[in-house]
């Protein structure tokens, strides 16, 4: 089985039983717990000074359509361009996730990272791939708790994009695309092994070679801390993306 074909079926497999199921005892009831949200994002990756660059994100994400806040999110990391294929990143991160659902956290969850991130990307015909591997180190803090918690987080992303008006993704073309990314956690702290996954589908216009809005329907799977509630949201993401190169011209 090739390795992309096998990363369905690991979230199937993951997603089997619940972490606390015993062998020789029924699994715990899954609950699952529908949301409708909707992700308003903004990522740049600029370049500044020969390979080097800066990546910064932020993003506001709504819940009940756009009614009430569900979590802020920041991001930002040094690039380093191995190749115009290979992206090396690494940097911090800011999570403030507020509760939301049917089975809400007791209080305000803060999050602090550091990532490693590669990004690898191919090209075949009009069809563009890319390759996002993240390493988090999680620090985590809920409200009303004396001290964070840490733990490890590994994701894979596999993202496509199809040009659909013109043979490649530049200015002025329609693209569409798709992506799927697995979480795992692991650690003294980690609750279980299966943290979440993200099912991507939509349409891209390139504006420019800097500048590109995406909007696109996500179908997110996240496991509570008690493995027993599963959220099932279902987002709707709009997303700009601007890649300035500031770079001295010869």
């Known amino acids: 089985m090739k390795p992309l074909s096998a990363l369905p079926l690991l979230a199937g497999l993951l997603l089997a039983r619940p972490a606390g199921a015993q062998p020789g005892r029924p699994a715990p009831a899954r609950v699952w717990d529908y949301n409708h949200n909707a992700w308003l994002g903004y990522f740049s990756d600029a370049k500044i000074y020969r390979r080097w660059g800066l990546h910064t994100e932020f993003q506001y994400r709504r819940t009940n359509g756009l009614r009430d806040p569900q979590q802020y999110f920041y991001r930002t990391g040094v690039n380093y361009s191995v190749s115009e ?74 993202q496509l994009k199809l040009a659909l008006t013109k043979p490649k993704i530049d200015p002025g073309a329609l693209y569409a695309l798709a992506s799927d990314e697995i979480f795992v956690s692991y650690g003294r702290n980690a609750p279980g092994f299966f943290d979440q996954n993200r099912l991507y589908g939509g349409l891209g216009y390139q504006f420019t070679k800097a500048l590109a809005l995406e909007t696109s329907y996500l179908n997110q799977v996240v496991a509570h801390d008690d493995n027993v509630v599963f959220e099932d949201n279902r987002t709707v993401q709009v997303s700009l993306y601007f890649n300035p190169d500031f770079r001295a011209k010869d």
């Open 85 to 158: 294929k290979v992206m090396l990143t690494a940097g911090y991160t800011y999570l403030l996730s507020l509760p939301y659902g049917d089975y809400p956290d007791a209080g305000r969850t803060g999050e602090r990272r550091l990532y490693e991130k590669i990004e690898i990307d191919q090209q075949a015909g009009r069809l563009a791939l890319v390759h996002r591997y993240i390493q988090d180190q999680r620090w985590l803090h809920e409200e009303g708790e004396p001290k964070f918690e840490f733990q490890h987080r590994s994701r894979y992303r596999l």
